[in-house]
């Protein structure tokens, strides 16, 4: 095969294009107009355009083909929609440009798009977003749901567009560059207890799959798989998939966070001197 048999989508989705195409041609539109002051630099631009590529990558490329025919690939489809796709896209910090095209929606819509903001409220709960996180994988992982859900068209792309939403809603919700000092952003420090928390379901679940003795996911049995591999080994290597990537990236979202802590402690320290003199 050629590379642009890999590059042409397996299974293709007018919706997903469409809705990649909008994502990027809003983001482009916003870049092109807002304020100089205000722009990102191209650095954060990279890593969004990256962050958006890579979800893409997975949906709508030959890729999509593998991980509709081995366990190990679907995790690892899963790994980039529900963890690294959208931590790249909020580590990017596209707040600004976001708020530039929300200033150009007039008053009409805006009062419309009320109700949205009721719901993404609700879903940026600490608890409601860590248990739709958590509850979402062990949902989709679990073997009968999975099952109908490898057999599905509709219900495949219910499955991946459910993990990409719900990991830019959370990782937005860590990785939220607002300070919570001069914001009602989260906390640091729930942040931080909200990662670890759910690293440790997921764990569980990657270390059971890894350490089951029969076939967990025997829907690829079914409809076969895409490479002469031993059953065992796909489910090990997606139970493994599982498992330690995203406790690896739980570690580097807490790292992130502390050391924005730490710099944010830094610039407030000068400023809270010269109130303990003046108390003294």
């Known amino acids: 095969m ?4 890999y590059l042409i989508p397996y299974d293709f989705s007018p919706v997903t294009i469409l809705g990649f195409m909008l994502v990027l041609g809003l983001y482009g539109y916003g870049l092109l107009n807002m304020p100089g002051e205000n722009r990102p630099g191209s650095g954060r631009i990279l890593v969004f355009v990256v962050g958006v590529m890579m979800c893409y990558a997975v949906m709508q490329t030959r890729f999509d083909y593998y991980s509709q025919y081995m366990f190990f690939v679907h995790r690892g489809q899963h790994l980039i929609l529900h963890h690294l796709g959208p931590i790249l896209i909020a580590l990017s910090n596209p707040l600004p440009v976001m ?3 929300y200033s150009r929606i007039s008053p009409g819509i805006r009062q419309s798009l009320r109700p949205l903001g ?6 940026q709960h600490p608890a409601i977003a860590s248990f739709l996180f958590v509850g979402l994988i062990y949902f989709w992982l679990w073997p ?3 099952f109908d859900a490898m057999l599905s068209r509709d219900l495949y792309w ?8 719900d990991g830019l809603l ?17 906390g640091y420090g729930k942040r931080i207890l909200l990662l670890a928390l759910v690293a440790i379901p997921q764990m569980i679940l990657g270390a059971t799959i890894v350490f089951s003795r029969g076939m967990v996911y ?15 080994t796909d489910q090990l290597l997606g139970g493994l998939l599982t498992w330690i990537p995203p406790a690896m990236m739980s570690i580097l979202g807490i790292l992130i966070i ?9 610039k407030l320290a000068p400023y809270s001197e010269p109130l303990k003199a003046t108390h003294s």
């Open 99 to 101: 708020r530039f095209l």
């Open 258 to 266: 502390l050391r924005r802590a730490m710099r944010e402690d830094g």
């Open 170 to 186: 959370f990782w937005w919700l860590i990785f939220d560059p607002r300070s919570p000092v001069s914001s009602d952003a989260l």
């Open 218 to 232: 025997d829907v690829y049995e079914v409809c076969g798989r895409a490479w002469p591999m031993p059953p065992e």
């Open 2 to 5: 050629s590379v642009a048999d």
């Open 144 to 146: 009968p749901i999975h």
């Open 118 to 123: 009721w719901i993404y409220r609700f879903l």
């Open 158 to 165: 219910i499955m991946n567009w459910s993990m990409l939403l």
